[in-house]
């Protein structure tokens, strides 16, 4: 199995440009979840989704930000317009429920600088 | 609010020595803790989590809530331990997960 996926797994963009990143988590997996790591941090959540829902969206940028998960599988997170300061790896992950007991998984990240 | 504190940056330790990687949280419910491994062009993945109390790879960590910590320990190091470590945080009904800084840690052989 893959695993989650995302793409792309690189990227670079210049400032105020748009940019959009795709998740594809694990089959069956209802939880969500969308971190920033910045250089040398580790892992901070800025969104998770139960099946479509996004349950809890209280760290993420909502003036530039934005993401879906349509269907309750599939994700897409958008920055618009980036800027200088979103340079960073953009991690998904899926776990089975939404309990902390629940193991996430992790995508291998898209590394996104802004220019 | 909820912290994870990971004091080192790096740690460096020679192949067969003990190794420690520090972890502190603030955090005023009942926490869960977890360590959280990334080894060189991997993905991040789950190592060990307090409530299993459960050995990994050697690997052991004790949660003391009069100390809040939960520092990583094992015994003898081996060069495929050569990783990031991440400690993190959640909760019983609370589903935000707070992560450390990471501790690099390099086992030299």
């Known amino acids: 199995e893959a695993g989650v996926v995302q793409s792309p797994r690189y990227k670079i963009i210049e400032k105020k440009q748009p940019v959009a990143f795709w998740c594809n988590p694990i089959s069956g997996h209802n939880t969500l979840y969308w971190y920033r790591q910045n250089l040398g941090q580790g892992p901070e959540l800025l969104i998770r989704y139960e099946n479509e829902e996004a349950v809890d969206d209280s760290q993420l940028p909502k003036d530039r930000f934005s993401a879906e998960r349509l269907k309750g599988v599939d994700s897409t997170l958008k920055i618009q317009p980036a800027e200088l300061g979103d340079s960073a790896v953009y991690l998904c992950a899926s776990s089975l429920g939404d309990s902390s007991y629940n193991e996430q998984f992790f995508g291998p990240g898209t590394r996104l600088t802004v220019l | 609010a909820q912290r994870v504190t990971q004091p080192e940056k790096l740690l460096s330790v020679f192949k067969g020595a003990p190794v420690e990687l520090k972890c502190n949280y603030s955090y005023s419910g009942s926490p869960e803790l977890f360590w959280y491994v990334q080894y060189s062009r991997q993905r991040l993945q789950l190592l060990l989590r307090?409530?299993s109390r459960e050995s990994i790879k050697g690997f052991t960590a004790d949660l003391n809530k009069g100390e809040t910590s939960f520092h990583l320990k094992k015994p003898f190091a081996q060069e495929e331990d050569s990783a990031m470590y991440y400690c993190a945080l959640s909760g019983y009904n609370f589903n935000k997960f707070y992560f450390g800084s990471g501790t690099k840690l390099n086992v030299k052989p």
């Open positions: 307090h409530i």
